[in-house]
């Protein structure tokens, strides 16, 4: 299987990604006096891919939270959840199958939605009215 998934990703190329829904909303603003700390989490949710002769459509999800915690970690208060939805558009004349998209979904599909994802949760939220929160490096684990 690594030789077929090599042989797709020389051949693929990334035609067009873009934002095919969005949600957001602020459900708090930061009381530092009340909650000492604040705990981000995001995922990557389901991935959907369509096959045809004109290439590979590929929809992926994802989720974005932003909360705060208390001190003695007994409470916590939601600031802002972000959910969203990318199409992203690939060539390639290798075919793609359901083993193979699971490889691709792991390893590419991160690495090119990273950078959009990132904006989209800094200025969420700066729309939000809240401080600029900014997506760490990805890192991809083999």
């Known amino acids: ?3 077929r998934y ?22 708090a ?3 530092p006096d009340t909650y000492a700390d604040v705990k981000a989490s995001f995922s990557a949710g389901k991935s959907n891919y369509k096959c045809s002769a004109d290439g590979l459509l590929v929809e992926q999800q994802v989720a974005f939270s932003l909360e705060e915690v208390s001190d003695d ?15 992203l558009l690939y060539h390639s004349a290798q075919p793609m199958d359901a ?8 390893r590419n599909i991160p690495i090119n939605l990273h950078p959009y994802t990132r904006e989209l949760i800094h200025n969420s939220m700066a729309r939000a009215g809240l401080p600029a929160f900014i997506l760490p490096a990805l890192k991809i684990k083999r």
Do not use: G, V, W
């Open 1 to 3: 299987m690594e030789k």
């Open 6 to 27: 090599i042989k797709l990703i020389n051949d693929i190329e990334l035609l067009d990604i873009y934002l095919a829904s969005a949600q957001f909303k602020r459900h």
């Open 29 to 31: 603003f930061p009381d």
């Open 73 to 87: 970690r007994k409470k916590s208060r939601k600031l802002f959840e972000l959910k969203a939805t990318y199409s």
């Open 99 to 106: 083993e193979i998209f699971e490889l691709f979904k792991e």
